[in-house]
């Protein structure tokens, strides 16, 4: 598993802004910020229940085909489409020492980032998922959607080879955690271990 690379300044903010409607996967999520240990863990039995349906909805979704930026574009589409309290999903590929913008869902984004600015190019430099639960805090951090209260980014391998990075925005505060990262970075590997990756779009062999 990627390490983790966490960014945790003072949470700040209290907006309760939601893109989609209310879900049964959204009751789920909203309960994290219990304390209790007790509850923790059946947050974590009914979060992971959500992924494991989105496992068994990615499955099918990429069958008998192999197309990058096919998978890619229908798996940005599955989260935006199924988690709650997204405001933007999609991914940034590796272009030399750039992010460029790939498929997405949401508003207009920034289309080129370099390796190591801001929160993508920080996953991307460090090689490891970054969560930011509050987006105004973290230096450099770009501007793309001022909706955006938290942000989580993930590397994507293909083969132990750096693709990209997936970058998930919320418009609620400490949105994301572990949870969250462990189970996205597994369906992350079930999409690429079904997808066709060209060369040019693979960081080089270390």
Not at 44 to 73: C, H, M
Not at 78 to 84: G, K, R
């Amino acid at each position: 598993m990627p390490p983790e690379f966490r960014y945790s300044p003072a949470r700040s903010g209290n907006t309760t802004g939601s893109h989609i409607p209310p879900s049964p996967a959204q009751s789920v999520h909203g309960r994290r910020n219990s304390t209790h240990s007790g509850q923790f863990v059946n947050d974590y039995v009914s979060k992971a229940a959500v992924y494991e349906q989105l496992q068994g909805s990615l499955r099918p979704l990429i069958r008998g085909q192999t197309d990058f930026l096919a998978n890619i574009s229908n798996f940005a589409a599955l989260l935006f489409n199924s988690l709650p309290n997204l405001n933007w999903a999609g991914f940034y590929l590796l272009r030399g020492t750039d992010l460029v913008l790939g498929p997405f869902q949401g508003k207009p984004a920034c289309s080129c980032i370099a390796i190591g600015d801001g929160v993508c190019g920080t996953a991307a430099l460090q090689r490891a998922a970054v969560l930011v639960p509050d987006v105004h805090a973290f230096p450099g951090h770009i501007v793309c959607d001022e909706a955006s209260q938290s942000e989580m980014v993930l590397p994507v391998f293909k083969e132990g080879r750096l693709v990209g990075v997936l970058d998930l925005d919320s418009p609620l505060p400490a949105r994301f955690d572990e949870i969250d990262r462990d189970c996205i970075q597994q369906l992350l590997q079930t999409l690429m271990d079904g997808t066709m990756v060209p060369e040019f779009r693979l960081a080089p062999p270390t």
